[in-house]
């Protein structure tokens, strides 16, 4: 069945939904013939102003928190399908309020996921990042236990019930707050670059494959299944390299140091969770530990591990160079917007569909 079909007739819920994935993902949902379409954020300007930009009879915006039970409850009703997006996601704010990560991350989480079961939505997918695996700071370590807390509610749920699926993804390039516009940024300004350490590698994902990582786990997701997508990754200062070349620009660059909460490598899949993954191409499917409460299975019996399997890093996964780095921001929307404004004679690559996407999504903030 075409995901056109999937989708047909139906009432799509979007926690999150005035943030980076949830606009990607809203224009990614425009075309098909989706019933309702709901935005739940706390950003009551942003609503207005994807209201303004988009003015489609379809979206409905909903003004709410999911910290907050009742208003998750009121978003909720007659709802088919569930994306939970909404999150605190910068690691300097969650390290600095780690309460405040808990709050949303993970008692947030929580209550989208009895409220989905409650309401009988058909499937929910929750996404997570690659710094929930050995997580070193509260963002990652909140969002590790937000994937815990969905698989621990699909271990009591048959497959006729909520279908519950999770997603993990690295870096998205050029995601509000992310270091791609922060280059951009200062190279406009002439500042010199803040790099942190040159051979800090990050794995590259434009928001694209985001979205096409969160539909396929839709499509394609059992009870309790995390997603991951395999991606390409590079150093940060290969990144700062490539950026330049992209602006014509020599600004210099300052080696900062590690921040707190960072790492020099990134991972996106565990040993222990390859060992027991189904390779899919482009993605990992990674069952969960669908153990029943049985702690002789967890403290006395084990559960052998294939000693062979490595952890799937940014160190080793495939490594671009600065060329093939160029290439990929130019496939990016915000880069190629920021391009044309620097030279008003440079040639988008992207097609004119794509331009007006994010005109859109750029008048809704």
Do not use: W
């Not at 140091?257 to 991972?267: D, N």
Request: aromatic letters at 8%; hydrophobic letters at 40%.
């Amino acid at each position: 069945m075409q995901i056109e079909n999937l989708f047909s007739g139906k009432t799509v819920l979007i926690t999150g939904g005035t943030g980076s994935f949830g606009h990607a993902f809203l224009q990614y949902l425009l075309p098909m013939d989706c019933q309702e379409i709901r935005i739940f954020s706390r950003d009551e300007l942003k609503q207005e102003q994807m209201r303004v930009s988009l003015k489609d009879s379809r979206l409905k915006y909903y003004i709410g928190d999911v910290r907050d039970r009742a208003s998750v409850d009121g978003a909720m009703k007659k709802v088919d399908y569930v994306f939970h997006a909404a999150a605190l996601k910068q690691v300097p704010s969650c390290e600095f309020f780690p309460m405040q990560a808990v709050l949303t991350n993970i008692v947030g989480s929580h209550n989208v996921v009895e409220s989905a079961v409650a309401h009988g939505v058909q499937r929910l997918v929750v996404l997570s990042t690659d710094k929930a695996v050995y997580p070193i700071n509260a963002m990652g370590m909140t969002k590790a236990l937000m994937v815990k807390v969905a698989q621990a509610k699909s271990r009591e749920l048959l497959e006729e019930k909520t279908i519950i699926t999770s997603v993990r993804y690295g870096n998205v390039m050029a995601s509000r707050g992310s270091v791609i516009p922060l280059f951009i940024q200062q190279i406009l300004q002439k500042k010199p670059l803040t790099i942190t350490v040159p051979e800090m590698t990050r794995f590259l994902l434009p928001l694209t494959q985001a979205v096409e990582l969160v539909a396929f786990a839709f499509c394609f997701g059992r009870q309790g299944d995390l997603f991951v997508k395999k991606a390409p990754a590079c150093t940060v200062m290969d990144l700062s390299t490539a950026l330049q070349n992209q602006f014509h620009s020599d600004v210099p660059v300052q080696i900062i140091g590690m921040r707190h909460g960072e790492k020099i490598y990134e991972t996106l899949a565990s040993a222990e969770e390859l060992a027991r993954a189904e390779d899919m191409g482009d993605y990992y499917r990674v069952p969960m530990d669908d153990r029943e409460l049985n702690y002789n299975k967890y403290f006395t019996e084990g559960q052998a591990r294939k000693s062979s399997v490595e952890d799937y890093t940014s160190h080793n996964t495939e490594r671009l160079n600065v060329s093939q780095i160029e290439s990929l921001l130019l496939t990016l929307p915000e880069v190629a917007l920021e391009l044309n404004k620097a030279n008003p004679r440079f040639e988008s690559p992207l097609t004119r569909e794509v331009d007006d996407m994010l005109v859109a999504m750029g008048a809704a903030g």
